[in-house]
T-cell receptor, first 115, second 112 residues
Framework: AAGVIQSPRHLIKEKRETATLKCYPIPRHDTVYWYQQGPGQDPQFLISFYEKMQSDKGSIPDRFSAQQFSDYHSELNMSSLELGDSALYFC??????????????FGSGTQLSVL | SQQGEEDPQALSIQEGENATMNCSYKTSINNLQWYRQNSGRGLVHLILIRSNEREKHSGRLRVTLDTSKKSSSLLITASRAADTASYFCATDLSQGAQKLVFGQGTRLTINP
């Protein structure tokens, strides 16, 4: 069965550079979530989208932005990268019509290292 | 502050023993979910228990929910080396929030 696809798997950037992370949800899933997980930390909710509209927002820095496209894939854009942005970034998807708070399907994540 | 707090933070047991992990949360919820994460990998959904349920089973997993105490426990019976992973509880806040809030996780090590 198709899963959530994230790219790239690993990304190395310098401070003050920009990065774009991509997420392709499970086919027919209409809701996408982004999480950030620092080393040894729990996943922190960043932002979610339903039907291409932002549906919820968490602790996402102003330097970050995200959007969901017509094919439901999502991109997380990160600018002016800081050392503290180094983390594992997960995308997850779900089917909204099943109701809020249904189980999420996670991708394998993008490991971002800021040097 | 964290919505979910997990206890213990780390647990090491022998293969075949049972492992119990606890989770507490602060606000009212629609449901509580448990996820598993192998090191550096994505989270995998294990089980979901709704706020009107008290106990749920799935294979070797047993989850309880006590909404009066705002706590849940995950029991893994007859543990196996392959169960070694981090386990997180996650809560969805009521009022239709489109997100899950994760606890800090329990690092479980099963020794062969």
């Amino acid at each position: 069965a198709a899963g959530v696809i994230q790219s790239p798997r690993h990304l190395i950037k310098e401070k003050r550079e920009t990065a774009t992370l991509k997420c392709y949800p499970i086919p027919r899933h209409d809701t996408v979530y982004w999480y950030q997980q620092g080393p040894g930390q729990d996943p922190q909710f960043l932002i979610s989208f339903y039907e291409k509209m932002q549906s919820d927002k968490g602790s996402i820095p102003d330097r970050f932005s995200a959007q969901q496209f017509s094919d439901y894939h999502s991109e997380l854009n990160m600018s002016s990268l800081e050392l503290g942005d180094s983390a594992l970034y997960f995308c997850a998807s779900s089917l909204h019509s099943r109701g809020p708070g249904e189980k999420l399907f996670f991708g394998s994540g993008t490991q971002l290292s800021v040097l | 502050s964290q919505q979910g707090e997990e206890d213990p933070q780390a647990l090491s047991i022998q293969e075949g023993e049972n492992a119990t992990m606890n989770c507490s949360y602060k606000t009212s919820i629609n449901n509580l979910q448990w996820y598993r994460q192998n090191s550096g990998r994505g989270l995998v959904h294990l089980i979901l228990i709704r706020s009107n349920e008290r106990e749920k089973h799935s294979g070797r997993l047993r989850v309880t929910l006590d909404t009066s105490k705002k706590s849940s426990s995950l029991l893994i019976t007859a543990s196996r080396a392959a169960d070694t992973a981090s386990y997180f509880c996650a809560t969805d806040l009521s009022q239709g929030a489109q997100k899950l809030v994760f606890g800090q996780g329990t690092r479980l090590t099963i020794n062969p």
